[in-house]
């Protein structure tokens, strides 16, 4: 086995990415570090680095404990990477996310300017309870939680 290998193989052969050009473009993408800097695809890692990986909204971090070019089964990861990701980081993939959703009637034409301004203050005001009920039903506004 080798001492080093490339950034994005080895991303890659980890499952971090599911195909090597997603794993490339991260890492031109600025979204990879290693050691705290910015790495590009090409850099050779070893064994005792630390990755941090941003994906979406959570920073993951990883320490190389085993080097591989060859993509890995799912159980044999822990073997030669360790998840040092935050338990806050991971949480934000639990987040609620507070949607509502403007239905207009098919055929109702395009928004007057007075429905408009409503629209906007429905959208400003995110907060469900401040949107008044006479707005909310005319436009079908509705809690992710209802649907």
């Known amino acids: 086995m080798a001492d080093v ?19 490339t473009d ?5 979204k990879v570090k290693v050691g705290g800097v910015p790495a ?5 890692i070893k064994v005792g680095e630390v990755l941090e990986i941003r994906k979406g ?3 993951y ?11 890995l089964g ?3 990861v822990p073997d030669f990477a360790e998840n040092l990701t935050p ?3 991971l949480d934000k993939l639990k987040a609620p996310v507070e949607t509502f959703f403007l239905r207009r009637d098919r055929g109702a034409g395009r928004p007057t300017k007075k429905d408009r301004r409503e629209m906007d203050a429905a959208w400003d005001a995110l907060d469900f309870e401040e949107i008044p009920d006479d707005i909310a039903n005319r436009f079908g506004i509705t809690d992710e939680d209802d649907l």
């Open 87 to 89: 338990q806050a980081e």
């Open 74 to 76: 799912a159980k044999l």
């Open 5 to 23: 290998t490339r950034l994005d193989k080895y991303l890659w052969s980890i499952r971090v990415f599911k195909t090597r050009s997603d794993a």
């Open 61 to 71: 971090v990883y320490k190389v404990k085993a080097l591989t070019e060859h993509r």
């Open 40 to 44: 590009k695809p090409s850099k050779m």
């Open 57 to 59: 909204i959570v920073q």
């Open 26 to 30: 991260a890492c031109k993408g600025n």
